[in-house]
């Protein structure tokens, strides 16, 4: 049993760090690229489109929150599924979040790289590097950031995200006396006429969302989790919907009517809106470092984080080699794990396209989240009398409306390019099952280290009254931001 007590993992993880690595992992790539593109197809109507995906993220957010109350596990959809399901399908889960979250994290790293580059142009510094290195650059640091530990990253990671709004909010200010609010038509004027065009657009705005459940991957790394994780993926999407439509907002009314549709193609959507708008100097250079140091770093860091955690725990239940459940002596990461998400993370950048790495990831997502409202609906048949801190309003009904809701979207957006990739390595995660794992038993040391993880700490009163006044700080910035960039948008229909 002591041997199972030095693979528990430490949780040093607070509602700051939850919020902000959830929020972190979301927003980035998405919004500055194939998410804010979706403007140049749909203009001022991309409110509609990210009302939708905010909707479509909201029940199961919450379902989340109620899993990982009741089960505060590395691995997170994994854990679920293996217990809800069975062990194929949790395997299979497993692969396809990992691979999506590492695909995510080269992703952002290539969008650093494109905005690193105008950065420095802005500032008079000539930048001729592969977009490729500079990106794999940028994932191995974040490799080294978590290597040293998960109370490093959280760090890091508030550090990322505080900037990363301090840098929008003084960008918001240096541009709004730019604005032409003429651009803001009916807002249903720019829906696409084709059903399948539309979930398309829907689809790469709701990966402006995804990555929403991220933090409870690191579940067994979060202090008094049955009271912060379901909190943390409560308001979460409030926040994230504020950040979205903020820069949604200012895309619209920023970037010159005749050149709207360039948004589409373009790599760094921001950065053309302003080329195109006549801004230069130095609210380029500022929005740049907030793109880069703040909305990249926020959003790779968990995307090292997490696909580490969920080999971690596949390595300790037989599924992977024993070395990625190792934990490094002196800083407790799993760093066998951290390391190979790097290499994964460098091959993955070498594709060096966005586009098909947004694609691919999406689908992987869908399947992810599809299997984990299962479990949730699974669980509660399976095991009605477990302890849940945290119960989700109509859960039963949100979860079979958002495997509906996902299937279809899924199936209408799937994209040509991207599926190869996706069923290629299906293929190879089913083989590996049935050829390396089908006949391992889960080792006893693994149910065991579930066991002891599970048995986490309760506040006391008045660490109880500290985490409640400061969980309503962060919900009233949460519903202000939702308001505040929701009721811009109304007002700007009418200006």
Not at 97 to 125: D, M, R
Not at 255 to 273: I, K, N, Q
Not at 290 to 295: A, K, L, P, S, Y
């Amino acid at each position: 049993m002591q041997e199972s007590k030095n693979k528990v993992l430490t949780r040093a993880l607070g509602l700051p760090e939850c919020v902000t690595i959830t929020a972190g992992a979301v927003i980035g790539v998405g919004l500055f690229t194939t998410g804010s593109s979706q403007v140049g197809i749909m203009g001022s109507s991309i409110i509609i489109a990210t009302i939708i995906a905010f909707l479509l993220v909201l029940w199961p957010a919450a379902i989340y929150g109620e899993l990982s109350a009741a089960l505060p596990l590395a691995g997170g959809t994994y854990a679920y599924a293996k217990r809800a399901i069975n062990y194929p399908v949790a395997v299979f889960c497993s692969w396809n979040y990992t691979v999506a979250q590492i695909g995510i994290g080269g992703a952002e790293a290539l969008a650093f790289a494109n905005y690193w580059a105008i950065l420095l142009s802005a500032l008079g510094i000539p930048w001729n590097v592969d977009p490729r290195i500079t990106a794999s650059t940028l994932f191995i640091i974040f490799v080294a950031v978590n290597y040293f530990g998960i109370e490093f990253a959280g760090k890091w990671q508030n550090c990322s995200m505080y900037f990363f709004w301090g840098a929008s909010i003084v960008w918001f200010i240096s541009v709004f006396n730019k604005m032409d609010f003429t651009r803001f038509t009916s807002p249903i004027a720019g829906i696409p006429s084709s059903v399948t065009s539309f979930a398309t657009v829907v689809l790469m705005v709701w990966w402006c969302f995804a990555g929403f459940e991220t933090v409870v991957g690191m579940g067994a790394e979060v202090k008094f989790p049955k009271i912060t994780l379901p909190r943390a993926l409560c308001i979460s999407p409030f926040i994230v919907f504020g950040v979205n439509t903020l820069f949604q907002w200012f895309l619209v009314g920023l970037t010159p009517a005749d050149s709207l549709s360039g948004l589409a193609t373009a790599t760094a959507p921001f950065a053309f809106c302003m080329n195109t708008a006549g801004i230069i100097g130095i609210p380029v250079v500022i929005l740049c470092l907030g793109i880069t140091f703040g909305g990249d770093f926020s959003t790779m860091n968990p995307c090292v984080t997490g696909p580490a955690r969920y080999m971690y725990v596949m390595a300790n239940d037989g599924n992977m080699p024993k070395a990625f459940g190792r934990l490094h002596p002196k800083y407790n990461t799993p760093h066998i794990s951290i390391l190979t998400v790097g290499i994964l993370g460098v091959l993955l950048i070498s594709t060096g396209s966005i586009a098909i790495l947004a694609a691919m990831c999406a689908f992987c997502q869908m399947t992810c989240y599809i299997i984990g409202y299962i479990s949730y609906l699974m669980l509660q048949k399976k095991e009605p009398d477990l302890e849940r801190p945290f119960k989700v309003p109509f859960g039963t009904f949100g979860a079979w409306f958002s495997i509906a809701t996902y299937a279809v979207l899924a199936i209408l957006a799937l994209d040509m390019h991207a599926l190869p990739f996706n069923l290629g390595f299906d293929a190879i995660c089913i083989l590996y099952y049935f050829i390396f794992v089908r006949k391992r038993p889960i080792p006893q040391e693994a149910i065991d280290v579930e066991l002891l993880t599970l048995q986490s700490t309760s506040p006391t009163a008045e660490e109880k009254l500290s985490l409640d006044k400061q969980f309503n700080r962060w919900k009233f910035a949460a519903i202000a931001a939702f308001i505040v960039s929701l009721l811009l948008f109304v007002i700007s229909y009418f200006l």
